[in-house]
């Protein structure tokens, strides 16, 4: 009998293992259908509290996947799309959407899917084997994964007939359902369960498991479920470690929400649980229930009560999103130890790989975050040539040396995370996405590395003897304006929906850039041959001049990238 039990002992497992990995294909495979629709959806949809919350419901309905829908959201605020308050709206949608998961499964309880079952395999695999329709492939796989573990859970909970069995009845008969402490316990239960296996679909299947067979008083299944509601909050919390300070708090709210509702449902829990449970028909005591009447309707008690609680929950807390909001901002302050000038990724969470839509879109956030820190470099340039002040010019000339070893690490691990990302199966949109981001971090290193020879030939010229004259200033301060102008628009394109944007002003920059340059050679050869002034000055001036026009090449590379353009085609 021992060996029965531990056969299927190992079947739930196995059975529970099938549920997770089809819920994640699932996901997985919707999120990747949606694609950039998922990105459009929370940008426009998140205007005030409602929409955010109307659009939470709507994308995890779609995706099957609370934890998904969360860490989404997390990276849209860590990525700065989304502000706090958005995500809060978002988050407390998500939670409801959820709670179809729960109706999902409380059918698979009630009706035998193995028919549809085979036939979702059979087509799956043609599917996936089938490039054009390889994620409703994925899809279809998915829910069969989902729905035949279902069907296992269901057959070993037969097989083991926890209704007669003693010694489980005997355990959870030993706890007083009318007592706090033992909802408390089971509560206690669900949150350390769900944080430990990450999915509280998986709980939520034990959960109908249990009561369906009759073995676990209904009280005490509904705190499980309470408890799987803390409990999956920690999913978005450990995606947000290595995040900024706005997505940590954002991932906070998830869980302060979700806690603040157990709490005052612990207050109302018997009114609140017989309220749900004669909305459904059923005497929560459980007498004079047949077995298979309560195997029947005690799911539904379940998904009713998820139901119930998230919506309820919801309605409450929609109007306190900002004391929400000023709640997390209290607990997590910002980091004032951090230096603004450390190597740092901002957007890039390498630890907790999304798809590849929103990886590269983490991906361009981080190239515009790495175009802006040069164009902060090429100021520090303009401020280096005219600072007498030794001390003063040191430490200039210092920082841009950090930036040009921050420049490089960027690139480096920029194309690190690129890689990984292109390592998964991508549509053609998003390889070409990523191949000109690839140029693009190459071409804005070269940026970095023209400022440090800015900045050298500039150190060259203060420790000589002689100065600049007062027409050459004036001719590389006008040489700098246009490549700042450059710069700035070059950043202007990068943070722009390519649609919208039109490269011409870039072009005609270049073009004035390298007439200017043309301009100042001829005369450079002429001052110097009137003795205007050495030729040691008019060689570093030249230099100087020569790299802000190799400078504004390198920028135009970058816009040709983001725009598509070949460089033929210019």
């Known amino acids: 009998m021992e060996g029965n039990y531990f056969v299927i002992f190992m079947k739930i497992l196995g059975a529970l293992a099938l549920l997770i990995y089809g ?63 958005q995500a809060i709206s978002v988050i407390m949608g998500a939670n409801i959407g959820t709670t179809l998961t729960a109706w999902i499964m409380s059918l698979g309880f009630k009706v035998d899917l193995t028919m549809a079952v085979f036939p979702a395999f059979l087509f799956g695999i043609i599917l996936i084997y089938s490039k054009k329709s390889r994620y409703i492939g994925d899809f279809l796989f998915g829910i069969a994964f989902l729905f035949f573990s ?69 009280y005490l299944g509904i705190a499980l479920v309470m408890g799987e509601n803390i409990g999956t909050t920690a999913t978005a919390n450990l995606a947000a470690l290595g995040a900024n300070t706005q997505a940590r708090r954002a991932a906070l709210a998830h869980l302060v929400f979700n806690l603040f509702g157990v709490i005052w449902v612990l207050f109302l829990f018997y009114p609140f649980v017989d309220m749900v449970c004669s909305l459904v028909g059923y005497n929560p005591t459980g007498i004079g229930y047949s077995e298979a009447e309560k195997a029947a309707i005690l799911p539904i008690v379940l998904a009713a009560f998820h139901t119930c609680f998230n919506v309820t929950n919801t309605s409450l807390l929609i109007w306190f999103i900002p004391l929400i909001e000023k709640v997390v901002c209290w607990i997590i302050k910002p980091n004032a130890n951090v230096d603004e000038e450390d190597f740092r990724l901002r957007f890039i969470q390498a630890g907790i790989m999304k798809t590849p839509e929103l990886s590269v879109l983490e991906a361009q956030k981080e190239v515009q975050s790495f175009a802006e820190r040069m164009h902060r470099m090429f100021a520090m340039v303009r401020e280096l040539l005219g600072v007498e002040d030794i001390d003063k010019f040191k430490k200039i000339y210092d920082r841009i040396e950090k930036y040009e070893d921050i420049s490089d690490n960027m690139e480096i691990e920029i194309a690190k995370y690129l890689d990984h990302v292109s390592s998964a199966h991508l549509s053609d949109d998003t390889k070409g996405k990523i191949r000109a981001m690839l140029r693009q971090i190459s071409e804005i290193e070269s940026i970095g590395d023209s ?83 050495t030729y040691s000055m008019g060689t570093m001036y030249m230099d100087i001049i020569q790299e802000c026009e190799k400078l504004g090449d390198y920028v135009v590379n970058v816009v040709e990238s983001r725009m598509g353009i070949k460089q033929a085609e210019i």
């Open 451 to 533: 400022c440090n020879n800015l900045a050298r030939t500039i150190q060259r010229r203060k420790m000589s003897k002689e100065d600049f004259t007062e027409t050459q200033y004036e001719r590389i301060h006008q040489m700098f304006e246009l490549t700042d102008d450059a710069l700035a628009q070059m950043i202007v394109l990068l943070k722009g929906h390519k649609e919208n944007l039109d490269p011409t002003r870039s072009f005609n920059i270049e073009n004035e850039i390298n007439n200017y340059r043309n301009q100042l050679r001829t005369e450079n050869i002429t001052d110097i041959n009137n003795h205007a002034y």
């Open 23 to 85: 819920m994640k294909v699932m996901s997985e495979a919707l999120q990747k259908m949606a694609g950039s629709q998922l990105r459009h959806i929370l940008g426009a949809m998140t205007t005030n509290r409602f929409t955010g919350l109307l659009t939470g419901t709507f994308i995890t309905c779609a995706v099957q996947s609370s934890s998904a829908t969360t860490v989404m959201t997390v990276s849209f605020v860590n990525a700065g799309l989304l502000t706090l308050a």
């Open 150 to 218: 279902l069907v296992m859970l269901s057959d070993a909970g037969k097989e083991l007939d926890l209704a007669h069995n003693s010694g489980a009845i005997n355990f959870f008969s030993s706890f007083d359902t009318s007592s706090h402490l033992s909802i408390l316990t089971f509560l206690l239960i669900g949150t350390i369960i769900t944080c430990m296996v990450q999915s509280s679909a998986a709980v939520m299947a034990i959960t109908i498991l249990l009561c369906s067979t009759g073995v676990l008083p209904i």
